[in-house]
């Protein structure tokens, strides 16, 4: 290993003095730098891939050590034997440099090599790309990188010196930003354009900082599980599944950023279809259950076409018996994902096709209650929070409410073990609208904002219902509950008004 090392040492030394070619900054350590090592090596991955009649139009692949994921990304490259391709755009994970967006590599380099040559960068696509707001992360987040390089090899054994646009993605790339990159790489897809994703899934142990599942015989296939749920998504071109996926599970797939790029620009300018051809381990290698990283590889056969705009937004309707039931089954899948950071968020939007007033902006509520014996000791509220404003698609402001839901600061924090004995119920709001004064609240039929003196709380419509309160008492515990004097509600304070539809697991089972 040490020969390894000064011997891409004296490489990198060559190249640097011309000033134009990214050396490889991992040769000899994540893959040989023995040119004839690498190709056989290389080859031989490629081998155990199946062939493909169509070349694909993008890639996910793993960038780990060849031993631990070169299996995996050679039955994904396998598919580019014999295509011919004009540009490969490659997407990867900053792991050294955190920023939003985009970073190019810097305005003099021509080149990107490995021990097996050079791969010439598009230069022109890349200054078509270097001022634009979403790509301006710096240059030097592609010193020592590694997520790009390790897929170079692999491509230059299938499809020979393309042209290359490399960018890595910063982890602070929100999805606002990850749909104005993938604006701005429309332009650059085509016929004979491939875009290769570089990422590993799950990073599990200590010294990545997740460690949420058990280090037994069980974890290997749990995390096979997890990683399959969550590359399907990529698979189905579910922009807003996969994020919430990755996100609410708070799962370590490094390229999550990288990837949902890749799938903005596949929704808004392709046309076919996704498949996962491999989803493993690196305990198959190492045996340890201590530190475990998945790989998947994805592929997309079809044709890149031009931009297409979003649809507009419906308006929020009333829920039918059949998206009361998602909406609910959305919940209660955000909080198992989100308290055991398994895949049944995945899996939910697997089986529920989200349209309609799930992508309605709304106003939303999510409530727990407590069930049985514990309702009876404790009380049946358990949590409940939402978003008053109508900022979001429903299917959002529910995720986002079920985890604020989980940690209502008048409880403590819901356990997973928990999730058996509660019940949810959903609260979806109409716009507000302010009264003239209390006068004006219909008890029942409304529910209530009140705001005073910069603070401000909010009752939903139930409440009066289930508590019995009159007027004067409902509005003195709202009060309260906005940390004012009880009789704050009777000068100075402005009221909005909502209505909302309601409903829980206990009706919709019926």
Not at 128 to 149: K, M, V
Not at 380 to 388: A, D, N, P
Not at 461 to 472: F, L, N, S
Request: hydrophobic fraction near 45%; charged fraction near 20%.
């Amino acid at each position: 290993m040490h020969r390894l090392w000064v011997a891409t040492g004296v490489l990198m030394l060559g190249w640097n003095l011309h000033g134009e070619v990214r050396p490889p900054a991992v040769a000899g350590g994540f893959y040989t730098a023995n040119a004839d090592e690498l190709r056989a090596e290389v080859q031989r991955f490629l081998a155990a891939g199946t062939a493909r009649s169509q070349t694909p139009a993008a890639l996910i692949v793993p960038h780990a050590g060849y031993v631990y994921s070169g299996a995996t990304a050679g039955k994904v490259f396998s598919a580019l034997r014999g295509a011919r391709l004009t540009r490969v755009i490659m997407l990867g994970p900053s792991h050294r440099a955190s920023f939003a967006g985009g970073a190019l590599p810097g305005a003099g380099l021509k080149a990107f090599a490995t021990p097996l040559g050079e791969m010439p960068l598009d230069t022109e696509a890349i200054e078509s790309l270097r001022n634009q707001e979403e790509l301006g992360g710096p240059t030097r987040a592609h010193d020592g990188e590694h997520c790009l390089e390790v897929e170079l090899p692999f491509l230059q054994e299938t499809v020979g010196s393309v042209p290359i646009v490399p960018i890595l993605v910063g982890a602070q790339t929100d999805r606002r930003t990850a749909l104005g990159l993938a604006r701005r790489l429309a332009p650059l897809v085509g016929p004979g354009v491939l875009v290769v994703v570089s990422s590993d899934f799950t990073h599990h142990g200590p010294s990545y900082g997740f460690s949420p599942f058990a280090r037994d015989g069980g974890l290997v296939r749990r995390l096979e599980e997890l990683g399959r749920a969550t590359a399907e998504r990529a698979a189905a071109v579910d922009v807003r599944g996969f994020s919430a996926q990755v996100d609410v599970s708070e799962d370590t797939v490094c390229g999550a950023r990288p990837i949902g790029v890749l799938l903005e620009l596949l929704a808004h300018a392709f046309t076919g279809v996704g498949a996962v051809v491999d989803v493993t381990t690196s305990a198959s290698v190492s045996h340890s259950s201590d530190m475990v990283v998945s790989y998947a590889g994805v592929l997309f056969g079809g044709s890149w076409g031009a931009w297409r705009e979003d649809s507009g937004e419906p308006e929020l309707g009333t829920l039918d018996h059949e998206e009361e039931k998602a909406a609910l089954a959305l919940a209660r899948a955000t909080l198992e994902t989100y308290l055991d950071h398994g895949p049944a968020l995945a899996r939910w939007f697997s089986d529920h096709h989200v349209t309609g007033d799930l992508v309605a902006r709304s106003g939303v509520f999510v409530t727990i209650h407590n069930t049985g014996e514990r309702a009876i000791r404790e009380g049946r509220l358990r949590g409940c929070i939402g978003i008053i404003e109508a900022r979001e698609p429903l299917v959002d402001a529910i995720l986002h409410a079920a985890v604020s839901a989980a940690h209502d600061p008048r409880f403590s924090a819901l356990q997973a073990r928990e999730l058996p004995g509660v019940t949810l119920e959903i609260s979806v709001l109409s716009p507000m609208k302010q009264v003239a004064g209390a006068d004006a609240i219909i008890l029942g039929t409304h529910g209530v904002l009140l705001t005073k003196g910069g603070r401000s709380a909010v009752f939903l419509p139930q409440v009066a219902t289930e508590t019995g309160w009159d007027r004067a008492t409902f509005l003195s515990h709202l009060s309260q509950k906005a940390g004012l004097p009880a009789d704050a509600w009777k000068q100075g304070a402005t009221f909005q008004v909502f209505t909302a539809q309601v409903f829980g697991e206990e009706e919709t089972r019926r």
